[in-house]
């Protein structure tokens, strides 16, 4: 029986795009992906009902290509922990729209310019966000541990919330209206 693929990560706040970037080559990373946009929308049934399960179902799109990913939902501890499956897609439109054919409504977009690094045996991602900028590690527990040392983080810095938990916090903070985490233009 093949077991499924786990994801693990957190996320880290810090000041600009470039400080993290910084960051993340003094620590020693090395680049893998150049930086580049990611469209994201997560989809729903009307009712919520993958939403109330605690999954999601979303569909990227960056650089000409994209992907949907199923998500399970999140395992308790300090580090996000979840099930996700996810497969490359030829026509990121064309799956939105079977998707909606399906009973499936975009109910959240957002973006963000992301550029991936190697550290240690950790993805660390640094993404500008229209909320400001994250490093993003994933790997193993022990992994993402040693690369936010590297980092002069600890647990006490992790961020576990999505990005949607993240701008609906904000939201309520700063009496933002907008639904979705876009770039201004988008």
């Not at 000041?15 to 580049?36: C, F, K, N």
């Not at 980092?151 to 576990?160: I, K, M, P």
């Amino acid at each position: 029986m093949a077991t499924s693929p786990i994801e693990r990560e957190v996320k880290l706040p810090f000041d600009s795009a470039e400080a993290a970037r910084a960051a993340v080559l003094a620590a020693g990373a090395t680049p893998l992906r150049p930086r580049r946009l990611q469209d994201d929308c997560l989809l729903d049934t009307p009712d919520g009902r993958l939403r109330s399960r605690g999954t999601a179902l979303r569909v990227r799109t960056e650089a000409g290509t994209s992907r949907v990913t199923f998500k399970g939902p999140v395992q308790p501890g300090p580090m996000k922990l979840r099930e996700e499956l996810e497969t490359v897609v030829g026509d990121g439109p064309l799956l939105l729209r079977i998707f909606e054919e399906l009973g499936f409504r975009p109910w959240f977009r957002y973006q963000k310019y992301r550029e991936e690094f190697s550290l240690l045996d950790v993805i660390a991602a640094v993404d500008d966000t229209p909320m400001g900028a994250y490093v993003e590690l994933e790997g193993s527990e022990a992994g993402i541990d040693a690369a936010a040392a590297r980092l002069g983080r600890t647990r006490a810095d992790y961020v576990v919330q999505s990005y949607h938990t993240l701008f609906d916090l904000r939201r309520r903070r700063t009496g933002d209206r907008a639904a979705d985490m876009l770039f201004d233009g988008a």
